[in-house]
């Protein structure tokens, strides 16, 4: 893509972090912007904070865990704006049990369903959803899907196993446009840590999904957020995005800081060995040193 007024983007997980960066990002390129979020008080603020801006925008209150919700937020963004260009399926959600300490096969099937239901399953609902309209008005277009720096890495708990999931997922809409010749680009976005509120996703997790979590410390909780509070902003890497719409780059991994731990990940993998571990305090060290931001 390289006309961008007037165009439409959908952007989900829109009320806060790199959602609302990425909406602020196109209402800069005067395209129309439809943001979903399954919070609506907060979207409801963002919504209005972006229309002060007059920017042409509007809030749809989003499930991505369910198909039929997510079905309602295309027609209607279809229905409001018309043809949809840009599609980011962003919204995710980290829960403080599933690669808190727990065991793999510990972690109870409520924070798999939940996990997997918005990071996984609501990124397949967006391209189930939209690709079908976008293919038909054939205008240029591109979707960009949020993995993580986990979805190139071992470990990680229901959170990596998700990302693993979008990014192989999106690999794969990337050769199916291709060998359609679909004027569709795709692309993964796997950060590592930005200034976000993912950590405390919880707020949002269904009432049928909650489970009783003692594996949470506080302790770890708040490692969690300094972590996050030091990481990128996400204004940053929102500009990283649209740089690599327009350079129609598949993968975009906007933490060069991260390559060696993804490089050391593919060489144990070649190598045949278990997978590479990763050194929590090596990884304070460098961040304390202001290299992994």
């Not at 990014?167 to 050769?175: D, F, K, P, Q």
Request: charged content about 20%; overall charge negative; glycine content about 10%.
């Amino acid at each position: 893509m390289s006309d961008y007024s007037g165009k439409t983007a959908v952007v989900t997980g829109a009320a806060s972090g790199i959602g609302l960066a990425l909406a602020e990002r196109f209402v800069q390129e005067r395209m129309q912007v439809v943001m979903a979020d399954i919070q609506e008080d907060a979207l409801n603020e963002a919504v209005a904070k972006l229309q002060e801006r007059q920017g042409r925008v509007v809030g749809v209150v989003t499930n991505t865990m369910l198909q039929e919700s997510v079905e309602n937020l295309a027609e209607s963004a279809i229905k409001e704006f018309g043809n949809i260009h840009v599609l980011c399926n962003n919204a995710g959600v980290a829960s403080s049990m599933g690669g808190g300490g727990s065991a793999i096969w510990e972690i109870p099937n409520p924070d798999w369903d939940w996990v997997m239901g918005v990071n996984f399953y609501g990124v397949l609902y967006g391209l189930q959803s939209f690709i079908p309209h976008m293919l038909a008005h054939g205008e240029a277009g591109h979707i960009v899907n949020t993995a993580s720096l986990a979805g190139l890495m071992p470990a990680g708990g229901t959170y990596g196993v998700s990302k693993h999931g979008v990014l192989v997922l999106t690999e794969t809409l990337y050769n199916d446009l291709e060998s359609r010749d679909a004027n569709i680009g795709a692309s993964v976005l796997c950060p590592g840590f930005v200034n976000t509120k993912i950590i405390d996703a919880e707020r949002n997790r269904p009432e049928s999904l909650q489970v009783d979590n003692e594996a949470a410390s506080e302790q770890a909780m708040a490692v969690g957020r300094a972590l996050l509070a030091q990481g990128m902003a996400p204004e940053d890497l929102a500009n990283a995005v649209f740089e690599a719409i327009e350079e129609k780059r598949l993968y975009i991994l906007p933490h060069p800081a991260w390559d060696d731990f993804v490089r050391s990940r593919v060489e144990h993998v070649l190598a045949r060995q278990g997978p590479a571990q990763l050194d929590l305090e090596a990884m304070m060290q460098r961040r304390e040193a202001g290299e992994m931001f």
